[in-house]
């Protein structure tokens, strides 16, 4: 089992940036990769970022230039640096993990508002 714990969030302004932290405890294995999805009130969850442990990284287009994921594997912790934040990008953010590069994603953290609001 992994355990996720979410940091950050908040309320900014638009063009504002913010950053989030996940935190992983628990099980370790060498290959597992780290996400990001949100989710607006009434729309699905969709996915935002990912890292895998090998460092390499994939970005939804609505956020790609915007967003940045990183991941500090000596604190087991992943980053998601949000630039020019826009109203659009208001939802509730949850970090997840997963064993390997590929595959569902098992680990889910307890979700963070961020809301972008002039």
């Known amino acids: 089992q992994v355990q996720l714990i979410q940091s950050g969030g908040g309320l900014v302004q638009p063009g504002d940036s913010l950053r989030l932290s996940c935190a992983a405890s628990g099980r370790t294995v060498s290959r597992y990769s780290m996400g990001w999805f949100r989710q607006a009130p009434e729309k699905q969850r969709e996915f935002v970022a990912l890292?895998?442990?090998?460092?390499?990284?994939n970005y939804a287009q609505t956020v790609e230039g915007r967003f940045t994921i990183s991941a500090n594997n000596a604190k087991n912790t992943a980053y998601l640096q949000m630039d020019n934040l826009k109203p659009e990008d208001t939802a509730v953010y949850f970090c997840t993990w997963r064993p390997g590069y590929t595959g569902s994603w098992s680990e889910w953290g307890q979700g963070t508002q961020v809301t972008v609001s002039s």
């Open positions: 890292i895998r442990a090998n460092g390499a990284t």
